[in-house]
């Protein structure tokens, strides 16, 4: 069991002896980054701001501020937590950001960290043209129902339904609705994908961030990954089974000009390769590059079956 060090607490006082020591010690122990941070650096400064109740976002000013005792030793036991258990950060200090939103997480759900909350910043420019005319939301696979809230903020005329197999990640979500009291706005369903959806429901927008990693990934994976429900990461020997079962449900839950938008990953090549007629819209962000695309109600609605396809890096 990880316990706290009473020569690292009396020695260490500062932020920034913590921020240095917590890198030291990360890089050391070999961790691996990805869950919100891509770094020992921004790992530390994450589990140092968040135990302080710090904005996530300003680490500068508090560097050389001096930590009372039961702050260092609280900071203290988060980082030998992170160590020995290689969770990620985010399941230790039950939080996760997106777009500076706080959302609960812990082991039932995947840590959030979707390109489509960077792209929602903008109202999805790129595709929405009058953010106040999109009236219905639906969210595929919400997990901790973060794209949901997230998608209820950007659209506030929009009622959001938002759907998820796992009846243990829906009670996360429905925590995370009831934080930003949304609960009017958004409605949770237990579903397969859009199975359990009333067919007559129709949306201007379906958002989509489903599980698309390929089988022989996920059997390789770090233990900071494994500690993840695996049913939210696995998506076949290419990663595009639950990718061809959405873009084959969506077309009769679209609107004449809906538009569903789907995070695929680095799955690009195997997508292009399953449906070389399909014509989608690939939405960068400042942090990626193809790994989410955009396409049309009246483009689905004409497209071509897919053909299996091994997945390239």
Known sequence: MAETSPSRTSELITVRDWLRYGVSAFTRAGLVFGHGTQSALDEAAFLILVALNLPIDQLEPWLDARLTTPERAQIDLLFAQRIETRKPAAYLVNAAFIQGRRFYVDERVIVPRSYIGELMSDGLASVIEDPGAVSRVLDVCTGSGCLAILAALTFPQAHVDAVELSAAA???AARNVADYRLHERVTLIESDLLS?????AR???????PPYVASAEVAAFDPEYRAEPVM????GEDG????RKILAQAPPHLTTDGILIVEIGTGRAAFESAYPALDVLWLDTQTSEGEVFAVTSATLATATTSKPAKRRR
Do not use: K, R, T
């Open 170 to 172: 829906l009670q996360v």
């Open 240 to 243: 595009l089974d639950l990718v």
């Open 232 to 235: 939210a990461h696995i998506g």
């Open 203 to 209: 949306y201007d927008l379906i958002v989509a961030n």
């Open 196 to 200: 359990a959806l009333p067919p007559d």
